[in-house]
């Protein structure tokens, strides 16, 4: 297949709740030197696209559709605009995230408790249909939001034949592949009752998984072993909390992210409306600081190339922060105005 996009031009592409004003996806330059972005063009074909995700060589983008009938959608990826490759398939209710995972698109859907596969083509357009879902069963203690299953992100786990589902109404972290394109459970993992797991990030060397909690500001520290054993491939360590003392008010952690480098952890809080700071220290996370987000309502982080990105939801924006190589400790650089955005992905 014939390359779309021009070899080291950089762009990030930032997903948007269409329902709240959002303009769909937006696509942006990225400076080289300072990771600013400058708007380019907007995508509306997808309703509430408010995850993305890039095929590794760049040239295909994956969306969610974030609604009661869920829907993944694929676009083809050009220098200043996006094309849609085919009809949306439909997935799980109200899918929160997605990743691509051994020749399939996986889907975590909120609303129904699910993981769903959906295969892709050589060309990586998406079949029409998906191959198998894998349904949750449990629920938590918290009355409001963990009556039942809330699947809430999926990713490749670091041995890349397994993947990890985070389910925020469990209290748990799945541990699961794909037999014949069906999602099928080989592990779950408990997390302490009502933390809420939302989303997680793998150490670059595959030995920790850092599951951030929602309905807890804290961060649960699990080490991956891979084989099965007494404790299974994921044990959770220990919990860590992400901001100083009790918060007042709405503190609902979000994003999370860690340094290619291994020494440090950033995540975002929503209400608060802090980025932190925390470092690596063995088998636990040590809290060094926090910095203002920028916004109101971070609903996710990205890291690229020394830059991190934050798409402030509530405020319309995303802003994009310095990254200290040496304390970890992010700097304002600048934003842009991105209505009811919810994501940010980068082609780098």
Known sequence: ??????PGRRRAYIGSFTSAGGPGILTTTVNERTGALTPLTTTADTPDPSYLALSPDGTTLYAVGEQPDGTIAAYRVTDDKLELTGP??????????????????????????????????????????????????GSGPDPGRQQEPHAHQVLPAPDGHRFLGV???????????????????????PLRPGSGPRHLAVHPDGSYVYVLNELAPTITVCRWHGAEGSEGPLEALGEVPVLPGAPEGDAY???????????????ATRGTDVLSVLAVEGDTLRLVTTVPCGGHWPRALTYAAGTLYVANERSGDVTWFTVDQETGVPTRGGSIEAPAASCVVLNV
Not at 1 to 6: E, F, H, N, S
Not at 167 to 189: I, K, M, N, Q, W
């Open 167 to 189: 389910d925020l109404g469990t209290d748990s972290v799945r541990v699961c592949a794909l037999e014949d394109g069906v999602p099928v459970v080989h592990h779950e993992t």
């Open 88 to 137: 949306p398939v439909t997935v799980g209710a109200a899918p929160t995230h997605l990743t691509l995972h051994a020749d399939h698109v996986l889907t975590a859907d909120y609303g129904s408790g699910s993981i769903t596969a959906v295969p892709l083509h050589p060309d990586g357009t998406l079949k029409v249909a998906a191959s198998g879902t894998l349904w949750h069963t």
């Open 1 to 6: 297949m014939a390359p779309t996009t021009t």
């Open 253 to 267: 952690p979000s994003g999370v992210a860690v340094s290619p480098d291994g020494r440090f952890v950033w995540t």
